[in-house]
């Protein structure tokens, strides 16, 4: 099983900044890579599939490049709806496996 | 515009049988596989497994023993089901569309208790 370790596990970062979340797999998943965003009592929603292919209707503050196993999320200037928790998936190997989450709260 | 709707029992007795229904309005149903995935309270996301209209099916391991997805083309429909279920097993469960995930069902919190 290939394993998601995300860093940090919290961020605080104040309105208008930029954050930088980071995605590390156990081994190489290819561009099979998503992260997703969920804010409390809703599912998580796709931000960005294939590394850095951004969903359909998300805005281009949210950015993400890597390779291989190492992969980030920017969020370019947060805005107040971005405070949120911050998951990335692997698509590449069975079973499909997420990240444990950073939580993207305001400074 | 794509939705999935879910339904199913929310409160279950420890070693009975977990049953859940997603629908689905809008969109190919034969392109995509279908997935469920869960997440206990406070904690982060397990993917249990998904199928494909023509029933290939890949289930996670550390639940293949108990777990059975399927699915009813006709009726643009996919279930679950999760045997032998602990309070380990409560967690909200989402049905999504994928790969990759870009609409899921509004999930449905199943609480294991006696």
């Known amino acids: 099983e290939i394993v998601m370790t995300q860093s940090p596990a919290t961020l605080s970062v104040s309105p208008g900044e930029r954050a930088t979340l980071s995605c590390r797999a156990s081994?190489?998943?290819?561009?099979?890579f998503a992260w997703f965003q969920q804010k409390p009592g809703q599912a998580p929603r796709l931000l960005v599939y294939?590394?850095?292919t951004r969903a359909t209707g998300i805005p281009a503050r949210f950015s993400g490049s890597g390779s291989g196993t190492e992969f980030t999320l920017t969020i370019s200037s947060l805005q107040s709806e971005d405070f949120a928790v911050y998951y990335c998936?692997?698509?590449?190997?069975?079973?499909?496996?997420f990240g444990g989450g950073t939580k993207v709260e305001i400074k | 515009q794509v939705q999935l709707q879910q339904w199913g029992a929310g409160l279950l007795k420890p070693s009975e049988t977990l049953s859940l229904t997603c629908a689905v309005y809008?969109?190919?149903?034969?392109?995509?596989?279908w997935s469920w995935i869960r997440q206990p309270p406070g904690k982060g996301l397990e993917w249990i497994g998904q199928?494909?209209?023509?029933?290939?099916?890949n289930y996670n391991p550390s639940l293949k023993n108990r777990v059975t997805i399927s699915v009813d083309t006709s009726k643009y429909q996919f279930s679950l089901k999760l045997t032998a279920v602990t309070a380990a097993d409560t967690a909200v469960y989402y049905c999504?569309?994928?790969?990759?995930?870009?609409?899921w069902g509004q999930g449905i919190l199943v609480t294991v208790s006696s």
């Open positions: 081994q190489s998943v290819s561009t099979n």
């Open positions: 809008g969109g190919s149903f034969t392109d995509y596989y």
């Open positions: 998936q692997q698509y590449n190997n069975w079973p499909l496996t």
């Open positions: 294939g590394v850095s």
């Open positions: 199928i494909s209209h023509r029933e290939s099916i």
């Open positions: 999504a569309r994928g790969l990759p995930y870009d609409f």
